[in-house]
């Protein structure tokens, strides 16, 4: 069946410009992750959906960032006025529910460049 | 947090059994065991997760000690296509989030 698909597996930009990623989970999925990893490093949350709740941020790094899920389903990760320190990949996951025995299905990133 | 603990780096010869340890000695009774691995340039790939009892899909084989201290994935017949970094994880059933905590893992090399 079809997994997380991410878009566009690769970005490059100019720093200063605003980037939109783009996460489709697997269907019936309520609970959407994003994370990113950077260079030789761990998996570093970002936020979290599930369901029609409020997402919690926590894992945000700065106001630069934001997400939105419509619908329930999509959801696209935007960085405003992008950093070099920005640059990472960019994962999303989902699971059918945020139980801890639901595990979470990762797509295979966005790798975003910033010049 | 729960934590894990694996060993860096570790050979299987191909078509041997990969056997990659585990120790979460801090692990509390409602925490799951998860193992993940990662192929470069893909993201996480998930393998398996138990509780307290042994579990087997068409991946692998979890085995976890009875006092839940630390467990052991079991690749049957590996292949060069398993050489990825593994990573055990403990999901913490805290709060409202239930993200995963990825340590540094093991790279697993499989050798003809």
């Known amino acids: 069946g079809a997994g997380v698909s991410q878009s566009p597996s690769n970005k490059v930009t100019e720093k200063g410009k605003d980037v939109e990623l783009r996460c489709d989970p697997i269907?019936?999925?309520?609970?959407l992750y994003w994370y990113r990893q950077s260079l030789g490093q761990g998996l570093e949350f970002l936020i979290y959906f599930q369901g029609n709740s409020a997402p919690d941020k926590s894992g945000l790094p700065s106001d630069r960032f934001s997400a939105e899920r419509t619908g329930g389903s999509v959801s696209t990760l935007t960085i405003q006025r992008t950093q070099q320190e920005d640059s990472a990949v960019y994962l999303c996951?989902?699971?059918?529910?945020?139980?801890?025995?639901?595990?979470?299905?990762f797509g295979d990133g966005t790798r975003l460049s910033i010049l | 947090d729960a934590k894990t603990t694996q060993p860096p780096s570790m050979d299987c010869a191909e078509g041997r059994a990969a056997n990659l340890p585990c120790n979460h000695s801090?692990?509390?009774?409602?925490?799951?065991v998860y193992w993940y691995r990662q192929i470069h340039s893909q993201g996480p790939q998930y393998i398996i997760h138990g509780l307290k009892n042994n579990e087997t899909n068409e991946m692998a084989s979890l085995i976890i000690t009875e006092d839940r201290k630390s467990s052991t994935l079991i690749l049957p017949h590996a292949t060069l296509r398993d050489t990825a970094v593994y990573y055990c994880i403990v999901r913490v059933e805290r709060g409202s989030q239930g993200n995963l905590i990825f340590g540094k893992g093991t790279k697993l090399s499989v050798k003809p």
């Open positions: 801090t692990i509390s009774g409602n925490e799951y």
């Open positions: 996951a989902s699971s059918f529910t945020r139980d801890s025995n639901q595990p979470q299905h």
């Open positions: 269907s019936g999925h309520t609970a």
